[in-house]
């Protein structure tokens, strides 16, 4: 399967600032990467999906202003938390597909998740 | 949209017995079905997967059934190991994945 790494894989930050997290895909080009949520004992939420040089699609009750996502190359994919608040504190996790054609079931791998705790 | 249901939430078996853990879901276009172990503070991994051709799919001491006609699939894992302690979750590809609440698997030496 793929290889996919997270950067950072722990983050402590204020109330008020932002914080960027990074997803990159080590050994294929991935056109589409996802964000997912999980909250402590709880399932993945699906955040949004990012698509390589255009715009993040969000799922309904994600705040795309809040939630900044950045998919400039085929291995990298950017989350910015902005203004980040204690209850944004949680466990980030993107996946890349395996590749398949439209229409086409695909495999989904995960990177190790970045765990956010807001202060 | 998919609906997937997966049980039990917890799952205590002894180091060699098997374990069984099922999920439901609702939409029939669905056509792949993956389950993911997940490790206390990593990311899921892959095990196994299914595609709705399939009836079932063995690795090794992991097998997926699948009845697409109940629409349920089910995750067996034989003999069992402590290692195999972890959160297991299945889904179900509705043009994005759909996933179950996850199942907490305890494995008693």
Redesign the interface.
């Known amino acids: 399967?793929a290889v996919?790494s997270?950067h950072p894989s722990w983050v402590i930050c204020k109330s008020g600032t932002s914080v960027k997290i990074e997803c990159r895909s080590l050994d294929f080009q991935a056109t589409t990467m996802?964000w997912y949520r999980q909250f402590p004992?709880?399932?993945?939420m699906?955040m949004a999906?990012s698509n390589e040089g255009s715009k993040a699609t969000y799922e309904q009750g994600v705040e795309k202003d809040k939630f900044l996502i950045n998919h400039a190359s085929l291995t990298l994919s950017t989350l910015t938390v902005t203004s980040a608040h204690p209850e944004d504190s949680s466990f980030y996790?993107c996946?890349v597909t395996g590749g398949g054609l439209a229409g086409i079931?695909?495999?989904?791998?995960?990177?190790?998740?970045t765990?956010l705790t807001v202060t | 949209g998919e609906n997937v249901e997966q049980h039990p939430s917890t799952l205590s078996v002894q180091e060699g017995d098997s374990a069984v853990i099922k999920c439901t879901y609702s939409d029939s276009a669905s056509n792949y079905f993956p389950w993911y172990k997940q490790e206390l503070g990593k990311g899921p991994q892959l095990i196994i997967d299914i595609r709705s051709n399939v009836g079932e799919k063995k690795d090794q001491r992991i097998a997926v059934t699948l009845n697409k006609t109940a629409k349920h699939f089910s995750l067996h894992i034989t003999e069992t190991q402590p290692e195999d302690s972890a959160v297991y979750f299945c889904a179900a590809d509705s043009n994005q994945f759909y996933f179950g609440t996850g199942t907490s698997l305890t494995v008693i030496p």
């Open positions: 399967g996919v997270q996802f004992k709880q399932s993945l699906l999906t996790i996946s079931a695909y495999e989904q791998y995960f990177g190790p998740g765990r």
